[in-house]
């Protein structure tokens, strides 16, 4: 591809959603312009290039506007061959998609759900979500990484969606969600997400994350 070319992407500080872009872009080591925005004042430039979902992330590529995480993600690794973020295996490529899915559809929304409940109501709704959190447990197993030893698609998915967002959500209520002593494969993992550049590069900051979730969860509850 050439050096001359024009990659924007739209997204959120604290969405897992745009920053899983970011994580993909800096592995590839494309350059790209990050656009700011605030989904209660939308800007004119998010609604003009995403007119039916109004969502961020949005990537502009020289013109052609992609959205949604995974089909970005996915565009990503088509545009810039190097630094693969799916497996090359296509029964591997699979399941990370399924488990994708599984991150995006069932964990999230059990997970965001128990931020709405009041203490009584919440725990099972937690251990829902415990349950969910067995597979990527389950296939962690032996590995660095949901790849093996390099880190790609579903570490860029699960990793900016759960230790980076919904557990600071769950510690912000005083709930340890997801223990070493239950779930050692996902805290290996999550240590050796701490030691990789790009990710460390795009995950919010941690007490001012907190307190944007805290405030979350309590418009969930309010609504």
């Not at 961020?56 to 949604?68: D, F, Q, R, S």
């Not at 565009?75 to 990370?96: C, G």
């Not at 032996?142 to 959500?169: H, N, Q, W």
């Amino acid at each position: 591809m050439g050096k001359n070319e024009e990659v924007k992407l739209l997204g959120i500080w604290a969405s897992p959603f745009s920053r899983r872009i970011e994580m993909a872009l800096k592995l590839k080591g494309v350059s790209y312009e990050y656009l700011e925005e605030d989904l209660e004042n939308k800007s004119s430039l998010l609604l003009t290039l995403s007119p039916i979902h109004k969502k961020i992330p949005v990537l502009v590529h020289n013109g052609k506007t992609i959205i949604e995480s995974h089909v970005i993600l996915e565009y990503i690794d088509e545009t810039w061959k190097h630094n693969p973020i799916l497996p090359q295996d296509p029964f591997q490529r699979s399941k990370a998609r399924v488990l994708a899915k599984l991150v995006d559809e069932q964990i999230v929304n059990v997970g965001f759900a128990s931020l709405a409940k009041t203490e009584k109501g919440r725990e099972v709704l937690i251990e829902q979500t415990r349950e969910l959190i067995k597979c990527l447990e389950k296939e962690l197993a032996g590995k660095d990484y949901f790849g093996g030893k390099t880190v790609g698609f579903l570490d860029f998915v699960a990793g900016s969606m759960i230790p980076f967002c919904l557990e600071r959500a769950w510690e912000g209520m005083g709930v340890e969600m997801i223990t070493e002593k239950k779930f050692p494969e996902y805290n290996k993992w999550v240590k050796k997400l701490k030691e990789v550049e790009i990710i460390v590069d795009c995950i919010p900051p941690r007490e001012k994350h907190i307190i944007h979730m805290n405030k979350m969860a309590e418009r969930i509850r309010s609504a």
